[in-house]
Nanobody
Framework: QVQLVESGGGLVQAGGSLRLSCAASERIFSFNAMGWYRQAPGEQRELVGFFTSAGGTNYGDPVKGRFTISRDNAKNTMYLQMNSLKPEDTAVYYC????????WGKGTLVTVSS
C-alpha cells in the first residue's frame, strides 16, 4: 500500500526556516497530483502548495513568497522549504499523492514561537 512519511518538523523561532521532507513508498512520478497541506489547531486543512499538471507550482495565499515546494524523483521524495516563518504557520503539515484516490502522510508538527 502507498505510504507517505513526513519529517523535519519541530520548534523554530519566528523568522526562522525549516525544510520538511515527504518520503513515498511508490515512485512519485506515477501520480498526477502531489503537494502539501497543513492544519492548524482547531482549523480546517489548508492548501500549502502543489505541483501543477504542467510541472509548475502553485501556493496558498498565506505562504506565497515564503514557502517553496520541490521534489526529487530519484529519491521519491517531496520537500517543503519554509522561510520567514510566522507563529500563524504553526500547524501539522501533511503531504499527499493522488491518482484515483488520495494518499496522506501522518503529518509532522511545526511550531513557530514568537
Amino acid at each position: 500500500q502507498v505510504q507517505l512519511v513526513e519529517s523535519g518538523g519541530g520548534l523554530v523561532q519566528a523568522g526562522g526556516s525549516l525544510r520538511l521532507s515527504c518520503a513515498a513508498s511508490e515512485r512519485i512520478f506515477s501520480f498526477n497530483a502531489m503537494g502539501w497541506y497543513r492544519q492548524a489547531p482547531g482549523e480546517q486543512r489548508e492548501l500549502v502548495g502543489f505541483f501543477t499538471s504542467a510541472g509548475g507550482t502553485n501556493y496558498g495565499d498565506p505562504v506565497k513568497g515564503r514557502f517553496t515546494i520541490s521534489r526529487d524523483n530519484a529519491k521519491n521524495t517531496m520537500y517543503l522549504q519554509m522561510n520567514s516563518l510566522k507563529p500563524e504557520d504553526t500547524a501539522v503539515y501533511y503531504c499527499y499523492l493522488r491518482d484515483g484516490t488520495v494518499y496522506w502522510g501522518k503529518g509532522t508538527l511545526v511550531t513557530v514561537s514568537s
